[in-house]
């Protein structure tokens, strides 16, 4: 019923830059927040940065500055626009969507995840 993919990923040296990508699909009634999540090797899954629908948005205190999260209603799509990459942001990146599928509530509903390696 919902998909979620991501896109953008890749290997950036230091104080490079990548824009990912999250786009949702199916039988969507509505998105009420987007946003996304990030697990390096050894860690725990921990928050990045969301958008609601009115255009609020959050982020990680570690991301402050360098992360703007953004959106596209009409496509239901999220990005995730990130410069001045440290070693530091390396990990795999999941697209997180609080969505209303049709005939069921809000829930949660999360994409494969897509890698992003920041290394000289």
């Known amino acids: 019923q919902v998909q979620l993919v991501e896109s953008g990923g890749g290997l950036v040296q230091p104080g490079g830059s990548l824009r990912l990508s999250c786009v949702a699909s199916?039988?969507?009634?509505?998105?009420?927040?987007m946003g996304w999540y990030r697990q390096g090797l050894g860690n725990q899954r921990e928050f990045v940065a969301s958008?609601?629908?009115?255009?609020?948005?959050n982020y990680v205190d570690s991301v402050k500055g360098r992360f703007t999260i953004s959106r596209d209603n009409a496509k239901n799509t999220v990005y995730l626009q990130m410069n001045s990459l440290e070693p530091e942001d390396t990990a795999v990146y999941y697209c997180?969507?609080?969505?209303?599928?049709?005939?069921?509530?809000?829930?949660?509903?999360w994409g494969q995840g897509t890698q992003v390696t920041v290394s000289s």
């Open positions: 199916g039988t969507i009634v509505s998105i009420y927040k």
């Open positions: 958008i609601t629908n009115a255009g609020n948005t």
């Open positions: 997180n969507a609080d969505l209303k599928v049709v005939g069921m509530p809000f829930n949660d509903y």
